[in-house]
C-alpha cells in the first residue's frame, strides 16, 4: 500500500521534476513565487479551511518609524558536511547580549538554499511590523542551508539532491544549533526553539521535530512535500507530540501536494492530537509561505 502510494505520488511529481531538470530557466534560485504543479489530483475534505484570515493591509510592507531588526548572512563550519556553509540570521529590534531570546529554525524548499525565506517572504519585514504592533514575541529566526552536501547550491537536477535534505538533520543538531547557542544571546531550553519550514523543509521540520521532542518545543509543516516521513512513523507514539507547545500544519488548497498534509492531519485528529490545521486559498507558492509564516510566528514562543 505504502509502496502504491509511493508511485503515485512520484508519477504526479514526474512532469515537475522533467521540466526542473530540462529547463535551465526552471533550475535554482529565482524560479521561486511561481504557482508549482507538484503532485495529483486535491480533494478537499469537510475541515479544509482557513485558521485565519487573509492578513490585514500593510501586514508585509515595510514602515519607516518603526525599530527594524538586522539580518546577516554568516559561515559555520559543519562536522556533518565537511565545508563552510552559510546561514541568514534575522536578530530581532533593539537586539542586545543582555537578553536571551528564544529561536526560530526556518527552512526552505528543494529549489532554494539559505536566502529562499528572504526572497520569499521578507521574514524581517513581517516580524518587525508584529513586534511593532505587540503582536509577537522577540525572536531570532534562522534560516539555514537544509541541503546538507558539499555543493549546497540549488543547481542541476535539484531532486537528485533530495536525499541531503534528510542529512541535514544531523547538521541541524550537530552544527548549526550550537552555532547559533554560542554566538548569540539565545534560550535554549526545548519551549524556547521552533522548527518551521516550506515543502521539503515542511517534510524535515516535522521529520526532525518531531523526533526531537526534547529539542523543540514548537513545530510546523508548511505545504510538506514526500519527504516527509508516514504518520505512524512521524509519530509512532502520537500522544508523546502532546508536550509540544505547538504542532503546526498548513497547505494550499490548490497545492498537490496537499494529501501528505491531510494524512498527518487526520492522524493527529484521529489520535487527539491537539494541532493547528491552516488551508488558505493558495497553491504551492510564496503566498501561502508567507501568510503561513505571518501566523505562525504569532503563536511562537508565548
Ligand atoms: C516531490 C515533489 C515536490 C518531491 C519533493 C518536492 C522529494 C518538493 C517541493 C518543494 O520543496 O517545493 O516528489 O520529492
Not at 209 to 218: Q, R, S
Request: proline share 8%; with cysteine.
Amino acid at each position: 500500500m505504502k509502496t502504491l502510494i509511493l508511485l503515485l505520488i512520484l508519477t504526479w511529481a514526474w512532469p515537475a521534476v522533467a521540466q526542473n531538470s530540462n529547463a535551465p530557466s526552471e533550475r535554482g534560485a529565482g524560479r521561486r513565487g511561481e504557482p508549482r504543479r507538484f503532485g495529483g489530483p486535491i480533494e478537499l475534505k469537510e475541515d479544509d479551511k482557513p485558521a485565519f484570515p487573509v492578513p490585514p493591509a500593510g501586514w508585509d510592507v515595510r514602515r519607516e518609524g518603526i525599530p527594524h531588526g538586522k539580518l546577516e548572512m554568516i559561515e559555520y563550519n559543519s562536522k556533518t558536511v565537511g565545508t563552510k556553509r552559510k546561514m541568514q540570521v534575522y536578530t530581532p529590534p533593539g537586539y542586545t547580549k543582555e537578553t536571551k531570546y528564544p529561536v526560530l529554525y526556518l527552512l526552505h524548499g528543494i529549489g532554494g538554499d539559505e536566502t529562499e525565506w528572504q526572497r520569499l517572504a521578507t521574514p524581517n519585514v513581517l516580524l518587525d511590523n508584529l513586534m511593532a504592533d505587540g503582536k509577537a514575541v522577540p525572536m531570532i529566526i534562522v534560516m539555514p542551508n537544509g541541503r546538507a552536501q558539499k555543493n549546497d547550491r540549488a543547481e542541476g537536477d535539484i531532486f537528485a539532491s533530495a536525499h541531503a535534505f534528510a542529512t541535514f538533520e544531523r547538521d541541524l543538531l550537530d552544527d548549526v544549533i550550537p552555532v547559533i547557542e554560542s554566538s548569540y544571546s539565545t534560550r535554549t531550553n526545548r519551549q524556547d526553539r521552533a522548527l518551521a519550514g516550506l515543502s521539503m523543509g515542511g517534510g524535515q521540520s516535522l521529520n526532525f521535530g518531531l523526533a526531537h521532542l526534547g529539542t523543540f518545543g514548537w513545530v510546523g509543516g508548511f505545504s510538506s512535500a514526500p519527504n516527509t516521513k508516514p504518520p505512524t512513523e512521524l509519530l509512532p507514539k502520537p500522544e508523546a507530540a502532546k508536550q509540544l507547545k505547538l504542532l503546526w500544519l498548513s497547505c494550499g488548497n490548490q497545492d498537490g501536494l496537499i494529501p501528505i498534509s491531510q494524512g498527518v492531519h487526520a492522524y493527529l485528529k484521529e489520535h487527539d492530537v491537539p494541532h493547528v490545521w491552516h488551508v488558505a486559498s493558495h497553491g504551492h507558492d510564496a503566498a501561502e509561505w508567507k501568510q503561513a509564516l505571518y501566523y505562525f510566528v504569532q503563536k511562537l514562543f508565548k
